[in-house]
């Protein structure tokens, strides 16, 4: 996915009564008389331009349903790029992986586009949000395993890998934040030697699949008993090695730590790597699709470049700070993901 510096001018906040009778119009829903700015999550509420401020994101209720609409975000909003991501959820959905389902306009379309932005409508799906509780990330890691196992396709998928995208994310950290230029330096030097390793273990001739491409615990609801009840957000998603998902999995369910209950990491992160956590999570995952020898061997790499990239995220966001300190802590956590972990998920 294109990694692009965040508009300037991009409002992410409410939607208005302009949106609201354009949406009405082209899906077809009459009762439709207001946003809610909301999620409800058992008796909790959060108000969604607090918990994300990437694009325009709202609750539709419509008669006895309700729908939750979504602006894609700017870095994915090209023709080809949503036509790929609807395609992707389409066929994941109709593969038995639970995917909020698409609700189609008048006129069929996936999406719909107007005053240059582009938007999706879901049906609203209950569910509770992460708790950090070993079931459920368990649950996760089976629907992870069973979303790879579709084999889903998209023509129109772009083909990047983990390694490109940490690059990205290396130039657009070296373009935004110039005073970070020794930072930039030394992870290109550590995605490099990732890069060569896995290449020399075969990562090059791995099998590709839809992969989602953002895949943590704010991007899946859970139910009462901890299963997953739906996988959102593939804004991201693509086909290339799984291998994506499976790093970002890991980092983001048992290694990186966030401030309190938000998407932004905390500026302190653990100092140890959980690895019971990183064996659980994989353990789940591998019962129902197991990782070829050759997958296990480039795992580690994939996680640095991963590792890398998420860093950079943090930076860019200002959930990190850029002091020679917070570097050497990347670099230990990197040396952890890549070599002292690959006992463990080499076997």
Not at 198 to 215: I, K, R, S
Not at 234 to 251: G, I, K, P
Not at 278 to 294: C, S
Request: proline share 5%; glycine share 6%; hydrophobic share 45%.
């Amino acid at each position: 996915m294109p990694v692009r510096e965040k508009p300037v001018s991009k409002d992410f906040l409410n939607l208005d009564d302009r949106v609201l009778g354009i949406v009405v119009d082209r899906y077809g829903l009459p009762d439709a008389d207001c946003f809610l700015p909301i999620l409800l999550d058992g008796d909790r509420c959060t108000l969604l331009d607090v918990r994300s401020d990437t694009s325009k994101k709202a609750v539709l209720e419509a008669g006895d349903k309700r729908y939750f609409l979504k602006q894609v975000p700017w870095y994915c909003d090209e023709p080809r790029q949503i036509a790929a991501s609807t395609g992707i959820q389409e066929g994941l959905r109709k593969a038995g992986v639970p995917v909020a389902r698409l609700v189609p306009t008048r006129d069929g379309d996936l999406w719909t586009s107007f005053s240059d932005e582009s938007f999706v409508l879901f049906e609203h799906v209950d569910g509770l949000r992460y708790r950090a509780d070993p079931d459920q990330d368990r649950s996760a890691a089976r629907v992870l395993a069973r979303l790879h196992a579709a084999g889903v396709s998209a023509e129109q998928a772009l083909g990047e890998d983990v390694f490109t995208l940490a690059a990205d994310h290396i130039a657009l950290l070296d373009k935004v934040l110039p005073d970070t230029a020794d930072t930039t330096a030394v992870f290109e030097e550590l995605l490099a030697s990732v890069r060569r390793r896995a290449l020399d273990a075969g990562f090059g001739a791995l099998p590709t699949t839809a992969v989602h491409g953002d895949f943590n615990p704010w991007n899946l609801l859970f139910t009462a008993d901890r299963r997953v009840a739906a996988v959102v957000d593939f804004d991201n998603c693509d086909v290339q090695s799984r291998l994506h998902d499976v790093a970002e999995a890991l980092l983001t369910f048992c290694v990186l730590g966030y401030a309190e209950d938000s998407t932004t990491f905390a500026a302190v992160q653990p100092v140890e790597v959980d690895r019971a956590a990183v064996r659980r999570f994989l353990d789940a995952y591998e019962e129902v699709l197991p990782l070829t020898p050759v997958e296990r061997e480039c795992l580690p790499f994939a996680l640095g470049a991963v590792w890398i990239e998420l860093t950079c995220l943090g930076l860019l966001r200002h959930d990190f700070d850029t002091s020679p300190a917070y570097l050497d802590t990347c670099v230990r956590t990197f040396s952890v993901l890549t070599e002292d972990l690959r006992i463990g998920v080499g076997r």
